[in-house]
């Protein structure tokens, strides 16, 4: 029976840990990128505003 290759495992072990952390690096950076692009429209504070205003008269 052949011994179990402990650095073997470590270096998957490893591998899979880098691979998650860049995912997560990859959908952080997208997720910060795309509100940049949309900073001038402020359409989520004006729509609540009209919303009140058009109930209270």
């Known amino acids: 029976m052949a011994k179990p290759n402990y650095r073997h ?3 998957q072990k490893e591998l899979v840990r880098k691979t998650r952390h860049a995912e997560k690096i990859a959908r952080r ?4 990128a795309t509100p940049s692009a949309n900073q001038g429209e402020s359409w989520p504070a004006t729509a609540p505003q009209e919303q009140t ?4 008269p």
């Not at 950076?29 to 910060?32: G, L, V």
């Not at 205003?53 to 209270?56: F, T, V």
């Open 9 to 11: 495992q470590k270096k």
């Open 29 to 32: 950076t997208q997720r910060d």
């Open 53 to 56: 205003a058009e109930s209270k």
